[in-house]
């Protein structure tokens, strides 16, 4: 499903984010850039060790919230963008404010290294617990904001990996439509 917001293009697809050739993907990373499983460990096995390598070189690792790069390795990406999102609490614990800021903190640094494309998958909502409904309304809100300003970027796409998260995703983004003056529908197909 395609949407538009002002000069970008935002679509859903369901699937590998690690067979996406946008020009950057991000990865759900952990704080110490160290290898995990989920996405984390896809991108590092479909990527070879050149990304882990580089990452390794990192020093202070990735705080929560924030966000670093590297090589893509083999991936079909131009570049990884490792950002990390919180672990889930119960709430209260500033969850959705890290939250919405590792998703923005990917947007800034795509920009600043004028990659026009970039593919996120449902940040936190694997090991790190967040509850999928929760999680896809921070991450539309955060992409959507930042799509509110001039930008290089011209393509948002969010992977998700299940058919039930793929849903979630379609359906609030056709909430937003009511709400969001500037978003239109492109095409219903995937
Ligand atoms: P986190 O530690 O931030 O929770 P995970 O990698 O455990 O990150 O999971 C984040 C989301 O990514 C989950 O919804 C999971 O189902 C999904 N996921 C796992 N592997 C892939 C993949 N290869 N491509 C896209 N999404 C994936």
């Known amino acids: 499903m395609k949407f538009q917001l002002n000069q970008t293009t935002i679509r ?32 590092h096995r479909v990527g070879g060790p ?3 390598a580089e990452c390794r070189q990192i020093k202070g690792g990735c705080p929560t919230g924030s966000a670093v790069s590297t090589t893509a ?32 903190a990917a947007l800034f640094l ?26 896809c309304a921070v991450a539309l809100a955060a992409v959507l904001g930042h799509l509110q300003w001039e930008t290089v970027l011209r393509e948002v796409i969010f992977v998700l990996f299940s058919g039930r998260d793929y849903a979630l995703y379609q359906t609030h983004l056709q909430q937003l439509l009511a709400t969001e003056p500037n978003l239109r529908l492109l095409a219903n197909e995937a």
Do not use: C, M
Not at 25 to 36: P, R
Not at 113 to 129: C, D, V
């Open 73 to 104: 390795g083999r991936l079909p990406a131009q570049r990884v963008i490792h950002t990390v999102g919180p672990v889930w609490q119960g709430g209260r614990k500033q969850e959705a404010k890290l939250l919405g800021s590792a998703y923005s």
């Open 50 to 52: 050149a990304i882990l």
């Open 12 to 43: 859903l697809h369901q699937g590998d984010i690690t067979q996406v050739a946008a020009e950057a993907i991000v990865n759900a990373a952990n704080s110490a850039l160290a290898s995990g499983g989920g996405v984390d460990g896809a991108i």
């Open 110 to 135: 795509a920009e600043e290294e004028g990659l026009t494309s970039i593919a996120f998958p449902a940040l936190s909502t694997g090991a790190y617990g967040y509850p999928a409904e929760e999680a």
